[in-house]
T-cell receptor, first 115, second 115 residues
Framework: AQTVTQSQPEMSVQEAETVTLSCTYD???????LFWYKQPPSRQMILVIR??????QNATENRFSVNFQKAAKSFSLKISDSQLGDAAMYFC????????????FGQGTILTVHP | GAGVSQSPRYKVAKRGQDVALRCDPI?????LFWYQQALGQGPEFLTY????????KSGLPSDRFFAERPEGSVSTLKIQRTQQEDSAVYLC?????????????FGPGTRLTVT
């Protein structure tokens, strides 16, 4: 079974600074997808960024980028120019490439942004 | 619809009561997922529907949990004889296509408190 681990229960960053959230995963599969989701206090989970395991290039979405290290099974999220609206719980998630879409989530990291 | 909706948003049940949680997925979405999110934790998979067929119920924690999607759209998660350990947020998600790399859209969740 696949597992996803987020070792940082809480992180904080100053507005306009950069922060990196860590995620490691364990799998024996070669075909899979990794995701970062954001869950603001209102609880609606929102997809932030997605990475296909077969792609060597790290995914980027505006201020959000990932550092995908396949051999190390590491998938960190970098948030640049942090904004107050980035404050939320962030979840790393894994999806098998052969499944219908079931997600396995990490425990989450609470991100606080200080003005 | 504009997004995934869930009702009720909050439910308080006395131990031993039965509850029914409703999910309205985005119109036309084939795949529907239920997740359980304990306080301060990541969501955990409960069950998956492809149209009206329940293809995976491996995450349901006990036979007190039952889910259905009779017409392939609205889904109901029913919990019989609720216990305190059932207290959690129940999230529903839908996606357009099964078995493909399409985004899962999450609802706001139903927070269940069992007293």
């Amino acid at each position: 079974a696949q597992t996803v681990t987020q070792s940082q229960p809480e992180m904080s960053v100053q507005e306009a600074e950069t922060v990196t959230l860590s995620c490691t995963y364990d799998t024996s599969e070669s075909d899979y997808y990794l995701f970062w989701y954001k869950q603001p206090p209102s609880r609606q989970m929102i997809l932030v960024i997605r990475q296909e395991a077969y792609k060597q290039q790290n995914a980027t979405e505006n201020r959000f980028s990932v550092n995908f290290q396949k051999a190390a099974k590491s998938f960190s999220l970098k948030i640049s120019d942090s904004q107050l609206g980035d404050a939320a719980m962030y979840f790393c998630a894994y999806r098998s490439g052969t499944s219908y879409g079931k997600l396995t989530f990490g425990q989450g990291t609470i991100l606080t942004v200080h003005p | 619809g504009a997004g995934v909706s869930q009702s009720p948003r909050y439910k308080v049940a006395k131990r031993g009561q039965d509850v029914a949680l409703r999910c309205d997925p985005i119109s036309g979405h084939v795949s529907l997922f239920w997740y359980q999110q304990a306080l301060g934790q990541g969501p955990e998979f409960l069950t998956y529907f492809q149209n009206e067929a329940q293809l995976d119920k491996s995450g349901l924690p006990s036979d007190r949990f039952f889910a259905e999607r009779p017409e392939g759209s609205v889904s109901t998660l029913k919990i019989q004889r609720t216990q305190q350990e059932d207290s959690a947020v129940y999230l529903c998600a839908s996606s357009r296509v099964a078995g493909d790399n399409y985004e899962q859209y999450f609802g706001p969740g139903t927070r269940l408190t069992v007293t």
